[in-house]
């Protein structure tokens, strides 16, 4: 079972470069997330798309946008990579953003320095 | 604002001991609360969650979970640790706001033999 499916694993950047990480799910959940995890700082939402066609911000959208691509994918782009965007960075997926009780499930991770 | 807490950033536990992960919380309305574990250079993996109804929860590898109105608490308990339970475990809420989910900072659980 796939799940949440996030690529690249590992991605090293030059400071203003672009670069775009892809998220896929294949339960058919209508919600999407992408986070950032930095030491000490726990995970902070970076932008949520509550279903397809939609997309909103979240505690840290400075530095990204997002695309809704389809149902199953959301991606996430640096557009000028700064070195204050090296992080670990978590796609997730939930069946609806409307039942707070809705468990959310994550992707492995992908790991982006920026030098 | 939703949000939880997770006082103890390290709880260090002998093999065979109970362990205890606290969690505080703060939301409005009813409280919708998650527990997640992270290995080392893994994802977060689902242990438990509270909607409602008993207020000791059950999840996976034998870990439970207690919710507590009075004192706004969510404490990840287990009776007897293990060495594999060493790893980096949050506390999370949705809360009122549906579409969000907002986590803790984290606690790293170490357990030595």
């Known amino acids: 079972n796939a799940g949440v499916t996030q690529t690249p694993k590992f991605q090293v950047l030059k400071t203003g470069q672009s670069m775009t990480l892809q998220c896929a799910q294949d339960m058919n959940h209508n919600s999407m997330y992408w986070y950032r995890q930095d030491p000490g700082m726990g995970l902070r939402l970076i932008y949520y798309?509550?279903?397809?066609?939609?997309?909103d911000k979240g505690e840290v959208p400075n530095g990204y946008n997002v695309s809704r691509l389809n149902k199953r994918e959301f991606s996430l782009r640096l557009e000028s990579a700064a070195p204050s965007q090296t992080s670990v960075y978590f796609c997730a997926s939930r069946e609806t953003a409307n039942q707070s009780g809705n468990t959310i499930y994550f992707g492995e991770g992908s790991w982006l320095t920026v030098v | 604002a939703q949000s939880v807490a997770q006082p103890e950033d390290q709880v260090n536990v002998a093999e065979g001991n109970p362990l205890t992960v606290k969690c505080t919380y703060s939301?409005?309305?009813?409280?919708?609360l998650f527990w997640y574990v992270q290995y080392p250079n893994r994802g977060l993996q689902f242990l438990l969650k509270?909607?409602?109804?008993?207020?000791l929860v059950k999840g996976s590898y034998g870990f439970e979970a207690e919710f507590n109105k009075s004192q706004t608490s969510f404490h990840l308990k287990k009776p007897s640790a293990l060495v594999s339970d060493s790893a980096l475990y949050f506390c999370?809420?949705?809360?009122?706001?549906?579409?969000?989910?907002?986590f803790g900072s984290g606690t790293r659980l170490s357990i030595r033999p």
């Open positions: 509270y909607i409602t109804g008993d207020n």
């Open positions: 999370a809420t949705a809360g009122s706001s549906a579409s969000k989910i907002i």
């Open positions: 798309s509550a279903s397809e066609g939609t997309t």
């Open positions: 939301v409005s309305g009813n409280p919708y």
